[in-house]
Nanobody, 118 residues
Framework: QVQVTESGGGLVQAGGSLRLSCAAS????????MGWFRQAPGKEREFVAG???????TYADSVKGRFSISRDNAKNMIFLQMNNLKPEDTAVYYC????????????WGQGIQVTVSS
């Protein structure tokens, strides 16, 4: 059974940085696409960043140049480095995974709160 678990959220001032981590169990991350989504209060869940099983990376326009996704396949983990955070980045952040060598995200973590104060 595939499970993904986020950690590293919290409260930070605008302009600051946070690093989110996601630990995957039940699969080997090297074979799976992994990604991050977020959901702000009153808004729909939106894509933030993704990393394919070939380590191709994509980002939402709103975070390009500020956020960076990376993976450590030896530890079955992915990370989201968030720099120059803005109040509009405040949201619950979700780690997600595809099935092997596919593009659809089907496994989701519980989410972790990131709050950016102005």
């Amino acid at each position: 059974q595939v499970q993904v678990t986020e950690s590293g959220g919290g409260l930070v001032q605008a302009g600051g940085s946070l690093r989110l981590s996601c630990a995957a169990s039940g699969h080997t991350t090297s074979m799976y696409g992994m990604g991050w989504f977020r959901q702000a209060p009153g808004k729909e869940r939106e894509f933030v960043a993704g990393s394919t099983w070939t380590d191709g990376q994509t980002y939402a326009d709103s975070v390009k140049g500020r956020f960076s996704i990376s993976r450590d396949n030896a530890k079955n983990m992915i990370f989201l480095q968030m720099n120059n955070l803005k109040p509009e980045d405040t949201a619950v952040y979700y780690c997600t995974s595809t099935r092997p060598r596919t593009l659809e995200y089907v496994y989701w973590g519980q989410g972790i709160q990131v709050t950016v104060s102005s």
